[in-house]
Nanobody
């Protein structure tokens, strides 16, 4: 059974930083395309960043967020710098390897 567990969310002031982690189990992690999504209240879930053979970012986070992975630890990260109130959302870990799997999400709140 695949499990994705996010951590690292919290409350931060605008301009601050947070680092999210996603610990994966039950999946051959090094073969999976991993991604971070987010969903703000009243909005659709949106792609933030992906990491597979290369990395891709949503325009809204380019230059501020960095996605990375440690295949030895089966863990993916999202370093978020220069946070803005509009980054407030629940952030979800996503893994694609045949099937698509989701974590339970971690709340990120950025105060003005």
């Amino acid at each position: 059974q695949v499990q994705l567990v996010e951590s690292g969310g919290g409350l931060v002031q605008a301009g601050g930083s947070l680092r999210l982690s996603c610990a994966a189990s039950g999946i051959i992690f090094r073969f999976a395309v991993m991604a971070w999504y987010r969903q703000a209240p009243g909005k659709q879930r949106e792609l933030v960043a992906t990491i597979g053979g290369n990395t891709n970012y949503a325009n809204s986070v380019k230059g501020r967020f960095t996605i990375s992975r440690d295949n030895a630890k089966n863990t993916m990260y999202l370093q978020m710098n220069s946070l803005k109130p509009e980054d407030t959302a629940v952030y979800y870990c996503n893994a694609q390897l045949g099937a698509i799997h989701w974590g339970q999400g971690t709340q990120v709140t950025v105060s003005a």
